[in-house]
């Protein structure tokens, strides 16, 4: 089992940053990848952002590009999200998410085998 715990969220206006932190526990020598995925009300969750555990090669859906970096800390068993240039429609529930498969598309919810209960950012305008 792996254990995955958010932190970061928060209030903030548009043009400003944030840093969410995930931290993994239990058995994390066992992850392929982690990702980052938000919820915003009323709308379906969506792929932001994913890091691959070994190699740290990444993706990120358009919207983010540019603006968003993930990173991991394999030693401390640790991934973030780097938040630039906020805007009103990043508000929502951020999930960290973990997955043991080597295969599959890393955007897809799927994909995923353990996910954190979710931390909100909100951007004001």
């Known amino acids: 089992q792996v254990q995955l715990v958010e932190s970061g969220g928060g209030l903030v206006q548009a043009g400003d940053s944030l840093r969410l932190s995930c931290a993994a526990s239990?058995?994390?020598?066992?992850?392929?990848?982690m990702a980052w995925f938000r919820q915003a009300p009323g709308k379906e969750r969506e792929f932001v952002a994913a890091?691959?555990?070994?190699?740290?090669?990444?993706d990120y859906e358009d919207s983010v590009k540019g603006r968003f970096a993930i990173s991991r800390d394999n030693a401390e068993n640790m991934m973030y999200l780097q938040m630039n240039s906020l805007k009103p429609e990043d508000t929502a529930v951020y999930y960290c998410?973990?997955?043991?498969?080597?295969?599959?598309?890393?955007?897809?919810?799927?994909?995923?085998?353990?996910w954190g209960q979710g931390t909100q950012v909100t951007v004001s305008s």
């Open positions: 998410a973990a997955r043991l498969s080597f295969f599959g598309v890393v955007s897809l919810i799927g994909s995923y085998d353990y």
């Open positions: 239990g058995y994390t020598f066992s992850i392929s990848a």
């Open positions: 890091i691959k555990r070994g190699s740290g090669s990444t």
